[in-house]
Structures are given as structure tokens and as C-alpha cells.
């Protein structure tokens, strides 16, 4: 028992940082990723609207697949 919440705590530390700062890296990579999506065209709010759509879609299934990744190789 002692020996599992002393592995808990080890993991705990080490993914800490990482836990911390996932909603900040995830917006931005996605505001990131809007940008380039977008480039320099002139864009009606429509095509915004889709653009947007279709890029925070793709980086969900990006952020899927990469959680599956992690968790397989975890398990």
C-alpha cells in the first residue's frame, strides 16, 4: 500500500508541470493552428466560422489519437 501511493506521488510530480499547463498549450496550438488555416486570404465570417470549425476539429482528433498513443504505451 505504502509502496503504491509512493509510486502515485513519483508520477504525480513528474507529470505535474505537464498537467498544469495543458489547457494553455492546447489553446495554443489550436489558435496557432487557426492562423495557418487561415493564412493571408480575406476570409467572410462564414468561411471563418468553417475554417475555425474544421481546424479545432482536426486538432481534437490530433489530441485523440495522441492520448490513445500515450495510454498504450503506458498500459
Given at each position: 500500500m505504502n509502496e503504491q501511493k509512493?509510486?502515485?506521488k513519483e508520477v504525480d510530480n513528474e507529470y505535474i508541470g505537464i498537467f498544469n499547463s495543458?489547457?494553455?498549450t492546447t489553446n495554443r496550438e489550436l489558435e496557432q493552428?487557426?492562423?495557418v488555416a487561415?493564412?493571408?486570404r480575406v476570409l467572410t465570417p462564414i468561411e471563418i466560422a468553417k475554417t475555425?470549425?474544421?481546424?479545432t476539429i482536426k486538432a481534437i482528433q490530433s489530441k485523440i489519437a495522441e492520448f490513445q498513443?500515450?495510454?498504450d504505451s503506458a498500459h
Open positions: 509512493a509510486n502515485n495543458l489547457a494553455e493552428a487557426k492562423k487561415k493564412g493571408t475555425d470549425q474544421e481546424t498513443a500515450n495510454t
